[in-house]
């Protein structure tokens, strides 16, 4: 019996000391609110011709005079904000220096006219065209290149 009495004290003390938590319960982590994801404008992959592009193993073309008009004709369809284009030529006799650049021209046509002036005569030049989507943060970027040279 005496052991008995001992139990019974010994489970009633477990019983006791333990609770079941009552007061207030933790409260969960907060999660950082969530954003909605941004959406990149998708630009359709542009595609352009110069009529001036000699093409082939050996694109230099050769002007007809120290004013060359050439076209850009964008066959692709255009980016939503349209494109910039950019014309430049090097003289590669004279440490690639610039003789002639458009400089950053928008436009939302197809069909692009540029006047190419001065081309110094005697000299092989190089003709770049870069075309790119003017929406923000687009990579949607391509570049021509070919020679040009005035007898």
Same mark, same amino acid.
């Given at each position: ?7 019974? =004290? ?10 079941? #938590? ?31 592009? *000699?093409?082939?193993?050996?694109? =230099?073309?050769?002007?007809?005079? *120290? ?35 458009? #400089? ?17 005569? #005697? ?29």
């Amino acid at each position: 019996m005496k052991y008995s009495r001992i139990l019974f =004290i010994c489970i009633l003390f477990a019983f006791t000391s333990c609770s079941k #938590g009552g007061g207030t319960s933790p409260t969960p982590p907060t999660q950082p609110p969530t954003t909605p994801p941004t959406t990149t404008l998708s630009d359709p992959t542009i595609v352009f011709a110069v009529d001036i592009d *000699p093409g082939g193993a050996t694109p =230099i073309f050769k002007a007809l005079g *120290p004013s060359q008009p050439m076209v850009v004709n964008i066959s692709s369809a255009l980016p939503t904000n349209g494109v910039i284009i950019k014309v430049t030529v090097t003289n590669d006799n004279n440490n690639n220096q610039t003789v002639y650049t458009s #400089g950053d021209v928008p436009s939302s046509k197809s069909s692009n006219s540029f006047t190419i002036n001065p081309i110094p005569k #005697g000299a092989l030049c190089t003709t770049t065209i870069l075309v790119k989507s003017a929406n923000p943060n687009s990579t949607n970027i391509v570049e021509r290149k070919f020679g040009l040279y005035l007898f």
